[in-house]
């Protein structure tokens, strides 16, 4: 018997896989006309939930009704039949289609048995106009950026005219504007009577579109609360304890008068950046700043030797590096941890044994064999320091939460014996338990005298973690502040900065600059 206004209901769900049990009598239920909140760390358990309601995988025990009816979920097609459309964190997406071609894949509209190409690119635009994308339907998918990816996914799944529809993760990638867009779309959605079952791990988006919250934990239902329920409370359920600091800084005695172990010099690469200087201590976190397309990302690219640059140098510990050479930055002691942790940061198909011993794999190898019994001992002495949850390090890196999947890629680091440590969006479509666990790790590395550089667009983690803050602008260093002095106000007043300005500014620390000492500018480092 269906519940009022009931959509979809599963009960007592379990499935478990070899090594872990990844659900273990999961109940949820969503109402016709409602944004259901489905929360919990990475691998609690949402992704092999949400995968059953797809098909993708079957349910060890328990049942899945649909309008009160017990149904079977066997592929994407039987979900299509029932109502239900899944918005994948993962795109799914053909990258040589065209977007009208994938919003249509399998389902093209025909005529006299040919592909009726002019309406399945009509019906695609319609679609991109409701989701509020400005993009072409013949375009290729490989032409576009991540966010426009995004909501061609949004556009395939209303192409289906679901009654149930899951978005996982689906503001991770946008911007506060896409961001705004995308929420005026759902609540259309939900005036249609559309049940919506939202993943985020964004808590303030909860009360801005939630009506309700289902928290899993360890692969358990441990609660069903409103939408309104303050973010600490959230955190207690998620985590199963209260976080009572959210950036658990734990700032190390740096002298000012120690050379850095990071030194970088007018760095410029034309179009890109230019004349970027700054210094990094040992057991210092200095946080850089900025808004998207500032060319953050991109000096910490040309910093590791991954791109080049066309003036200025990089200096580790008093000694120059060559220009875009990443082993000899690696034989130095950088490590990058980069911003796509899957596309650049891991061997995903590979093991987490493998993936912590890629970097020291060069140095583990004699005479054409790898040491591997010593390269094992080091993975599981790592990955047991840094509590990286598996089934055993021969489990798939893939197979990992994302916040397990980070604890790797900054593992081979620390295996490597990095000295200074580049952090590119650490924690990025990370939980907040994992968050904290990732903050901890950066405070043991500065504890023991690493040099840490994170790079963060989360202002608020920026401002919590870092002792010193640079912020750019238009590919410019537009100033630093020091940890008493940064707020957000300081920190974005800098951020928007004219070219103009950020010339002055330039000029007035040349002219500041101690005598004798005109390229140091302003990351002197000795607040």
Not at 149 to 173: C, F, N, W, Y
Not at 185 to 214: K, N, P, Q, Y
Not at 411 to 422: F, H, N, P, Q, Y
Not at 507 to 518: L, V
């Amino acid at each position: 018997m269906s519940h009022d206004g009931e959509l979809l209901r599963v009960e007592g769900i379990r499935k478990a896989f070899p090594g872990v049990v990844a659900l273990d009598g999961v109940d949820f239920d969503l109402r016709a006309g409602e944004v259901h909140v489905l929360l919990g760390e990475n691998g609690a358990g949402k992704s092999t939930l949400i995968k059953m309601l797809s098909g993708a995988h079957q349910p060890d025990a328990g049942r899945i009704l649909v309008d009160g009816a017990e149904v079977r979920v066997h592929g994407a097609q039987d979900a299509e039949r029932l109502g239900i459309a899944t918005i994948y964190q993962e795109f799914n997406l053909v990258p040589d289609l065209t977007v009208a071609e994938n919003v249509f894949l399998g389902r093209q509209p025909r005529r006299y048995g040919l592909i009726d190409r002019k309406k399945m690119e009509a019906d695609a635009a319609e679609l991109l106009a409701r989701v509020g994308v400005d993009v072409s339907p013949r375009a290729r998918c490989r032409e576009l950026g991540i966010a426009r990816l995004q909501m061609v996914e949004i556009a395939k799944a209303l192409s289906l005219h679901a009654r149930v529809l899951v978005m996982d993760e689906p503001t991770a990638v946008l911007t506060s504007g896409e961001v705004d867009k995308l929420f005026s779309l759902v609540r259309a959605l939900r005036e249609d009577g559309v049940g919506i079952v939202f993943i985020t791990h964004h808590l303030e988006e909860i009360a801005a579109l939630g009506d309700r919250v289902s928290v899993i934990r360890d692969g358990r239902s441990v609660g069903q609360v409103p939408a309104s329920t303050p973010e600490d409370e959230l955190v207690r359920l998620m985590v199963g304890r209260s976080i009572e600091q959210q950036y658990p800084r734990e700032r190390t005695d740096v002298a000012g008068d120690d050379a850095p172990l990071l030194r970088v010099r007018g760095l410029t690469r034309e179009g890109v950046f230019h004349g970027v200087d700054f210094e990094v201590r040992a057991g210092e976190v200095v946080g850089v700043a900025g808004l998207v397309g500032a060319g953050r990302t991109e000096v910490a690219r040309a910093v590791f030797g991954a791109d080049p640059y066309d003036a200025g140098s990089v200096e580790v510990a008093g000694r120059p590096l060559p220009k875009h050479d990443v082993y000899a930055a690696m034989t130095a002691g950088i490590g990058l941890v980069p911003e796509d942790r899957k596309g650049q940061g891991l061997v995903l198909d590979a093991s987490v044994a493998d993936n912590l011993g890629l970097v020291t794999l060069r140095s583990a190898t004699r005479a054409g064999l790898v040491d591997r019994a010593g390269q094992r001992a080091a993975a599981e002495r790592i990955a047991a320091q840094l509590g990286v949850r598996m089934a055993g390090l021969h489990q798939h890196v893939r197979t990992l939460s994302g916040g397990n999947q980070q604890k790797v890629v900054i593992g081979k680091w620390l295996l490597a014996k990095a000295r200074v440590l580049i952090l590119d969006e650490p924690t990025r479509g990370i939980d907040v338990g994992a968050k904290v666990e990732i903050y901890q790790l950066v405070n043991e590395l500065t504890a023991a005298g690493h040099a840490v550089l994170m790079i963060s667009s989360d202002l608020p983690e920026v401002l919590g973690m870092s002792d010193r803050v640079l912020v750019m602008a238009q590919g410019r260093l537009a100033g630093e502040l020091a940890a008493e002095d940064a707020t957000q106000d300081a920190v974005m007043a800098l951020a928007v900065s004219t070219t103009t300005a950020l010339d002055r500014a330039a000029a007035e620390r040349h002219d500041t600059a101690p005598e004798g000492d005109d390229e140091k500018g302003a990351s002197r480092g000795d607040h």
